[in-house]
């Protein structure tokens, strides 16, 4: 069996570069490489109910695979998912216990159960497609982790049926976590410090100008410092050896500008501007698409309908194998049906 991936976002907001360098871009990468045999990229609008309940979910299968796993999963362990606490604080929901409930429910709201038990649903939505890799970000390796834990239950209790998934983290540091406009750990859309993909140049150059640095570097001759400056670490992430000769042809490469920022001598708007030239080369082609696909609104409905018909093809052949695994295939039992018929005859 060839190797298979399925990754998704959930459709709640614009996307942005921290987005793209974290997930989108190595889509593209693995899509084209000829190493996997399928790839599944989903639109994650079931897990974004659990928090925001108001829009239709698509794959049904999905759902029937979560409710046979949630049997499998303690409420502990939900609770010691890392990425689940952090939710839980950043939304502001009351604990899981029934006593804050009583006394602070006025105040605060309390954890929908389906928020709470979205990591099983991301398990489903990774097994039905049978995925050995999702590629994601580092905020979903506790999530990777459950979905492993719910295999190897499932698969010792009712012998292997699920496949194993791997998480594949992107391969640079600065890629890993971008942080956002204003430095800070990263970017958020309730932070305000995004770089949008939909951005116009124009936008860009505004935000890129406004970017945090090093804020002891005042003056140009002054030594300045790499590490911990936004503007280097987005360079680190999209600048290529081509763009220094046709944007910048006074350096050679990344190290030489850096060597140069930390001599002193180096002033923070020639390296803004370089950046904004790197940031716009590479959204101009994603830029153009989106106007491309604007003007085809029901071509990507037609595509989205016929990936989700896929799907839900896989995910019910999935689905089977479960079933029968777990001996709940009644009507495809012969065998059940037949041994079933026998002990009742003998009774009589
Ligand atoms: N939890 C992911 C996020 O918040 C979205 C997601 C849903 C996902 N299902 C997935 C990611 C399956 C990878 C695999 O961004």
Redesign the pocket.
Known sequence: MGKII?????PTGKLHLGHYVGSLRRRVELQNSGQFEKIFV?I?DA?ALTDNADNPAQVPELCELAFYYMNLVTVQRLQRNPTVKAEIQLRGFAENNAEEEETAAQQRPGTPVGFFT?PI??AS??TAFR?TT?P??E??EP?IEQTREIVHKFNSVYGETLVEPEILLPDNAACLRLPGTDGKAKMSKSLGNCIYLSDSADEVKKKVMTMFTDPDHLRVEDPGKVEGNTVFTYLDAFSRPEHFPKYLPDYASLDELKAHYRRGGLGDVKVKRFLIAVLNETLEPIRERRRYFEQRIEEVYAVLRTGSEQARREAAQTLNDVRRAMRIDYFEDGELIASQAEAYKNKA
């Not at 399925?6 to 959930?10: A, F, N, S």
């Open positions: 399925l990754t998704g976002d959930r989903m994650a897990q979205y649903s991301q939505d990774i995925a999702v994601a970000g905020d979903q999530m």
